[in-house]
């Protein structure tokens, strides 16, 4: 209700951003990665007909406008350069100086502009003892929350959210699976993907949808798919990757689990609880030791790339000791 009420605020306060709804957890907007740690996508306005096209190779600029000898860097696979030509319809204010370098719309200066709107909005909404600003240690817009509970870290990522087409670098699915079915592929991929602000010159590709529908209706066949991953959920916060800022994040676990059900896509391969469980963390074991978790759509990103080794060896010895004896956790 906080965010909705800022958000809401912030929209007024500048049309190009919406509000979220105020819908609950349920909203597709936010994302828990940890008990008091959440990620929420703000949508941007006035951007619509995306379509993928060569974008230009060379950038000579910083994201405060002034020119350089030698070029920025190419983005990396979950990352991509967004022009605003590539929108068949775009607000005036997408072509303004204060998000717009050259005709690209650079995420750093969204950024700014953004986190100046919180920080007026926290004040006009008279949220100041509950919302405060919290330093950010790479380009995103972070808050702590005061809840009837507990605090909360809150990071809001504007968001552009194009429901029309699957970006092209998402080779996805791989031949030959047999999970998902065919049908629940074209569901996905009709739903599109999103881009969010959260570095400096590249939009990073989002697939909160796609992710949505593979959840849901995970065990229309009887299977234990969703209990596996709720006690894994519960192991990690409580045994193997505690506190508020935690290394593996819900996240990494639902891609665990996505990998998973596409190598083990049968009915009576998740009959068994206790078998199908431990198929789950060895995996989840093989990830963290070698420090190497594919991206589900983008195969070529290892979400665990920038990820504290130290911390990943922590991790992945508790894993270890957990599977040495698992007989606690499953009776």
Same mark, same amino acid.
């Given at each position: 209700?906080?965010?909705?009420?800022?958000?809401?605020?912030?929209?007024?306060?500048?049309?190009?951003?919406?509000?979220?709804?105020?819908? #609950?957890?349920?909203?597709?907007?936010?994302?828990?990665?940890?008990?008091?740690?959440?990620?929420?996508?703000?949508?941007?306005?006035?951007?619509? #007909?995306?379509?993928?096209?060569?974008?230009?190779?060379?950038?000579?600029?910083?994201?405060?406008?002034?020119?350089?000898?030698?070029?920025?860097?190419?983005?990396?696979?979950?990352?991509?350069?967004?022009?605003?030509?590539?929108?068949?319809?775009?607000?005036?204010?997408?072509?303004?100086?204060?998000?717009?370098?050259?005709?690209?719309?650079?995420?750093?200066?969204?950024?700014?502009?953004?986190?100046?709107?919180?920080?007026?909005?926290?004040?006009?909404?008279?949220?100041?003892?509950?919302?405060?600003?919290?330093?950010?240690?790479?380009? #995103?817009?972070?808050?702590?929350?005061?809840?009837?509970?507990?605090?909360?870290?809150?990071?809001?990522?504007?968001?552009?959210?194009?429901?029309?087409?699957?970006?092209?670098?998402?080779?996805?699915?791989?031949?030959?699976?047999?999970?998902?079915?065919?049908?629940?592929?074209?569901?996905?991929?009709?739903?599109?993907?999103?881009?969010?602000?959260?570095?400096?010159?590249?939009?990073?590709?989002?697939?909160?949808?796609?992710?949505?529908?593979?959840?849901?209706?995970?065990?229309?066949?009887?299977?234990?798919?969703?209990?596996?991953?709720?006690?894994?959920?519960?192991?990690?916060?409580?045994?193997?990757?505690?506190?508020?800022?935690?290394?593996?994040?819900?996240?990494?676990?639902?891609?665990?689990?996505?990998?998973?059900?596409?190598?083990?896509?049968?009915?009576?391969?998740?009959?068994?609880?206790?078998?199908?469980?431990?198929?789950?963390?060895?995996?989840?074991?093989?990830?963290?030791?070698?420090?190497?978790?594919?991206?589900?759509?983008?195969?070529?990103?290892?979400?665990?790339?920038?990820?504290?080794?130290?911390?990943?060896?922590?991790?992945?010895?508790?894993?270890?000791?957990?599977?040495?004896?698992?007989?606690?956790?499953?009776?």
């Amino acid at each position: 209700k906080i965010i909705q009420q800022l958000t809401a605020e912030i929209s007024c306060k500048a049309t190009r951003f919406q509000a979220i709804s105020n819908s #609950g957890i349920h909203n597709e907007n936010i994302k828990v990665l940890a008990p008091s740690q959440f990620l929420i996508t703000v949508p941007l306005r006035g951007l619509t #007909g995306y379509r993928e096209c060569q974008v230009r190779h060379w950038r000579y600029y910083t994201v405060h406008g002034a020119k350089l000898l030698s070029t920025v860097r190419d983005p990396e696979e979950l990352h991509q350069w967004l022009e605003v030509e590539q929108f068949s319809k775009s607000l005036q204010q997408w072509h303004e100086t204060d998000v717009n370098i050259e005709g690209d719309l650079v995420p750093a200066k969204v950024l700014i502009v953004f986190r100046e709107l919180v920080e007026k909005s926290i004040i006009s909404c008279n949220l100041s003892s509950k919302v405060t600003m919290l330093e950010s240690f790479s380009s #995103g817009v972070r808050v702590a929350v005061e809840t009837s509970e507990s605090q909360v870290e809150v990071e809001l990522v504007p968001a552009v959210e194009i429901p029309t087409c699957w970006p092209e670098k998402a080779r996805w699915p791989r031949c030959l699976r047999r999970w998902p079915s065919q049908e629940k592929v074209q569901c996905i991929k009709s739903l599109g993907f999103d881009l969010l602000a959260r570095s400096n010159y590249h939009w990073q590709l989002c697939f909160s949808r796609a992710e949505r529908i593979l959840m849901e209706g995970l065990d229309e066949d009887g299977g234990c798919r969703m209990k596996c991953f709720r006690v894994m959920r519960q192991m990690k916060e409580d045994v193997w990757c505690a506190g508020n800022k935690p290394i593996i994040t819900a996240y990494h676990l639902q891609t665990v689990l996505f990998w998973t059900c596409e190598k083990y896509p049968r009915t009576k391969d998740w009959r068994c609880f206790p078998e199908a469980f431990l198929r789950l963390v060895q995996k989840l074991h093989k990830c963290v030791s070698q420090h190497f978790l594919k991206h589900y759509f983008l195969k070529n990103t290892n979400l665990l790339k920038y990820a504290n080794t130290s911390d990943l060896d922590l991790v992945a010895s508790r894993l270890t000791v957990f599977l040495e004896n698992p007989v606690f956790c499953l009776d």
